[in-house]
C-alpha cells in the first residue's frame, strides 16, 4: 500500500528514515544554534516550558520556519513534497514546531485532534512529527487511533496542559482502545497525521532521556479558514489564562 492510500484509509502513516542520519545530525546542530541565539527573543506565546525558571525543561517552540531561514527551507523541501502528495494538493506551509518532553517531568500530551485548533472548513490539512532520537513507550512516543479521521470531530474543552490548551472530553471508548496504534520511532523516522486524527502521547517516565522531535503544518489551498471559530476559541483561551474558565476532568489514561 502506497503511503497516500495508507493514509487516507488509516488516518496516518510511517515514513521509516524520511531524513538520513546525517541529515537528522544536521537538524540537531541548527537547533543547538537557535536555541540559545533565537529563542530569547521569541514571543513569549512561541515558547514553552514545564518550568519557565528552568531553561532545560523547554518542551515546545512555535514558528520557526518564520523565525530562521534555515527551518524555512527545511519546511519548504521534502516535508512539504510530502504533504502534497498525501493531500492530493498544493499546500501552504502553516507552522513548524519542536517538541520535547524533558526527562521525568515531559507530561502527556492529552488525546486531541488538530483539527479542532486549525478551526478549517473543510478540513484539509496534516501534521508532521519526526524523531530526532529514539522514541518508545517509555519516553512517550505517538499513539494513533486508527480511522477515527472518517468519523468528523469530537467534543473537546481545555485541559490546562501547556502548549496543548484543548483535549478530547469523550477519550477511551472501548473502539478508541481496540484501534490505538503506538508509534515508536528511530532518529529520521516521520509521522503523518491527518487533521482529524485521534492522537495522544504518555509522559516521559524515563529518567535519563529527552524526547526531542520536530513538527510541521500544512494546509490544503482547499481549506479555508473559518474565521467566526477561530476567534470564539481564542476567547475561549484568553479567558482560560484570566482565570475566568476552568479546565475540565478530563479523561486520564494509565
Known amino acids: 500500500m502506497i503511503p497516500r492510500e495508507q493514509f487516507e484509509q488509516n488516518g496516518f502513516v510511517a515514513v521509516p528514515g524520511f531524513l538520513d542520519p546525517s541529515e537528522v545530525a544536521t537538524c540537531n546542530r541548527e537547533l543547538e544554534r537557535f536555541i540559545p541565539e533565537v529563542v530569547p527573543s521569541l514571543p ?14 523547554l518542551k515546545q517552540l512555535q514558528s520557526l520556519h518564520e523565525h530562521d531561514p534555515w527551518f524555512a527551507e527545511l519546511m519548504n523541501g521534502k516535508p512539504r513534497a510530502l504533504a502534497e502528495q498525501l493531500l492530493g494538493s498544493e499546500v501552504t506551509a502553516e507552522n513548524m514546531q519542536f517538541f520535547n518532553k524533558p526527562p521525568g517531568i515531559g507530561q502527556p500530551t492529552p488525546p486531541h485532534q488538530d483539527a479542532y485548533y486549525f478551526k478549517l ?6 501534521t508532521m ?10 519516553n512517550g512516543c505517538v499513539r494513533y487511533v486508527r ?3 472518517l468519523k468528523g470531530l469530537r467534543p473537546h474543552g481545555p485541559t490546562g496542559t501547556l502548549g496543548f490548551s484543548q483535549g478530547m472530553t469523550d477519550f477511551g471508548t472501548a473502539e478508541d482502545d481496540a484501534e490505538e496504534q503506538v508509534m515508536p520511532a528511530s532518529p529520521g523516522d516521520l509521522l ?43 476567547r475561549q483561551l484568553a479567558a482560560l489564562q484570566e482565570g475566568k474558565l476552568s479546565p475540565p476532568n478530563l479523561p486520564q489514561r494509565d
Open 44 to 57: 513569549p506565546e512561541h515558547v514553552f516550558y514545564e518550568d519557565r525558571d528552568a531553561p532545560s525543561t
Open 121 to 126: 472548513d473543510p478540513p484539509d490539512a496534516l
Open 129 to 138: 512529527w519526526m524523531a530526532l532520537e529514539e522514541v518508545d513507550e517509555e
Open 147 to 149: 480511522g477515527s479521521h
Open 192 to 234: 503523518a497525521h491527518h487533521a482529524l486524527t485521534i492522537h495522544r502521547a504518555d509522559g516521559n517516565s524515563s529518567s535519563t532521556r529527552s524526547r526531542r522531535a520536530l513538527g510541521f503544518i500544512f494546509y490544503s489551498v482547499n481549506a479555508k479558514q473559518d474565521d467566526a471559530a477561530r476567534e470564539a476559541y481564542h
